[in-house]
């Protein structure tokens, strides 16, 4: 028991009483010692001082109510907090901005064990491995950590909105998940300013950016190193080999952090709020979210232009689906029949995706050379669904580069044949499009696919025999590695060799009948 000048001294200026034997009635003399110290770390009017979360905050204030409920005035944090101000007092001794309190009776037993003035308070000891208390003296700062809601001031200075601001932006840093924006890279030098600016100003901060140069002959590895000494989010990653497009934008997804993942082109750019308003799209119950997207077109010419615009316009979601926020797996199969071939979910520079997508559904199908995401996309959206933001977040850039009329003429050849001819395969066979033929079969179109898909595959063997092509490697390196597919899909089962040359392939699609 303390001495009666003290519990007079203690009890003054409208602090709230408290029976000084509450804590002392305790059986346990280490449970009396740590219920100390928990109210030992408080501050005036119940603000925390270590690092518990702010719904947390009153827990020891609820275990001493418990202790009062049989007493005609039970005791309540709220109760005496405006006279409780007016004790605050600026003390000559300490630096600025520290304060000294005149402190209540319920604080009267901390573990410090020194009483206001500095000496000892009888029959207290710190307790055993436990944080000491600031002390209420000049001896040190007695801080304050602001509550929640704002109601128990703590600093003259810090108004209930800036403590309800403050606390919602920690809140929101502690559950916000971290990003991974995957950049593959092969010469972008005169691109990659544009993109890097574009991803640090988004108003969503917490990201990781990952950048894999895929052994660029120009300066991009320079201007990267720059802006990785700038940007401690940014990091460099080079191949030892070049290895494509597709097979580098698989190396970003195994290099990466985050939980989320979000694709984007070198020579693409983002709105400041494309991350975090895709993100809330996502919400806590969708793992894929795209936006609507805009086209920026780059040494092409006006008629060509008009064409594609008219051509992008008519797939995009908003003209399919109006007034979507959520795409069911269901509609992405019947767009997926309707529009075949057909990319209406956009680029990658529009879609993000939760890292858990790639551990169950796998990564980019690397037979395909134009049409990667879009097979992707319909993989995952068949069982997903996509969440869809109807705002224009991301801009595509369109430009002709420096191909030549052959390479363009063999790149449309890939992109309007062979790669559709893959994707109807996928269609037809892959366990993950098992929706889209459920839905052929129900419509009747299931038998008139498979006999499409023979047809143009003898159609495309047919082309390659004449004009030599089935020789040329980088032809059919993308699909015909039948061997390994024959592993995972046994109906598809090809003959030993690793690489079949078209018509074998042609020869071997006929003999399917499922």
């Given amino acids: 028991m303390l001495p009666s000048d003290v519990q007079r001294h203690l009890r003054r200026g409208g602090a709230v009483r408290q029976p000084l034997d509450t804590l002392h009635s305790l059986r346990d003399p280490d449970r009396r010692l740590s219920t100390a110290v928990a109210i030992g ?37 709220h109760r005496g907090c405006r006279r409780r101000d007016r004790l605050l007092r600026r003390d000559p001794d300490q630096q600025p901005g520290h304060l000294r309190a005149a402190v209540p009776d319920r604080l009267a037993h901390r573990p410090s064990g020194r009483a206001p003035g500095g000496g000892a308070l009888p029959g207290l000891r710190p307790a055993a491995g436990g944080r000491r208390a600031p002390a209420a003296s000049g001896r040190g700062p007695f801080r304050h950590r602001p509550d929640p809601d704002g109601r128990h001031r703590a600093c003259r200075n810090a108004t209930p909105a800036s403590i309800r601001a403050q606390c919602a932006r920690g809140a ?21 300013d544009r993109c890097l600016q574009a991803i640090v100003k988004q108003t969503y901060d917490n990201l990781d950016i ?15 190193a720059g802006w990785a000494g700038r940007d401690p989010r940014i990091r460099v990653v080079t191949n030892d080999a070049n290895i494509g497009l597709v097979p580098n934008r698989n190396r970003c997804i195994e290099l990466a952090r985050g939980e989320w993942i979000k694709f984007m082109d070198v020579d693409d750019v983002l709105a400041p709020t494309a991350i975090e308003r895709l993100l809330e799209a996502a919400g806590g119950q969708h793992r894929m979210a795209i936006c ?78 134009q049409i990667p995401d879009l097979e992707y996309w319909l993989r995952v959206g068949l069982h997903t669904g996509i969440a869809y933001v ?53 419509e009747g179109v299931l038998g008139a696919l498979r006999a499409d898909f023979r047809r143009r595959a ?16 980088n032809l059919r390196d993308h699909w015909t590695q039948w061997r390994i597919v024959g592993e995972s899909r ?6 030993g060799d690793a690489l079949l040359p078209l018509a074998a392939f042609a020869l071997h699609a006929l003999r399917i009948r499922r």
Wanted: charged share 30%; proline share 7%.
């Fill in 292 to 369: 609507r997207r805009l086209f920026f077109y780059e040494g092409v010419d006006e008629t060509q232009r008009a064409l594609m615009e008219r051509e992008v316009r008519r797939y995009e979601v908003r003209e399919l689906l109006p007034g979507r926020t959520y795409i069911k797996p269901e509609e992405v199969a019947m767009l997926a029949l309707e529009y075949r071939g057909r990319n209406f979910i956009g680029e990658p520079t529009a879609v993000m995706m939760h890292r858990s997508v790639f551990d169950e559904f796998g990564s980019f199908n690397e037979d395909l050379v």
């Fill in 458 to 473: 003898v159609r495309i063997a047919v082309r390659a025999a004449l004009d030599g092509r089935s020789a040329n490697v």
């Fill in 41 to 77: 770390h408080r501050g005036l009017g119940g603000a925390a001082h270590d690092r518990t979360h702010p719904a947390r905050a009153l827990e020891p204030d609820r275990q001493l109510d418990r202790l009062h409920r049989d007493r005609r005035r039970p005791w309540h944090p």
């Fill in 210 to 224: 990952l950048v894999v140069d895929n052994q660029s002959t120009d300066d991009s590895a320079a201007l990267l």
């Fill in 390 to 442: 109807d705002e224009p977040l991301s801009c595509f850039s369109i430009h002709n580069g420096a191909a030549s009329a052959a390479n363009l003429a063999l790149r449309s050849f890939r992109a309007d044949r062979v790669d559709q001819l893959i994707l109807l395969h996928e269609y037809l066979y892959n366990p993950y499009f098992e929706p889209v033929r459920k839905l052929a079969e129900a």
């Fill in 172 to 192: 929101e840093r502690v559950n916000a998940p971290l990003v991974t924006v995957c950049i593959p890279v092969y010469n972008g030098h005169a691109f990659l």
């Fill in 490 to 495: 046994p109906r598809m089962r090809p003959p």
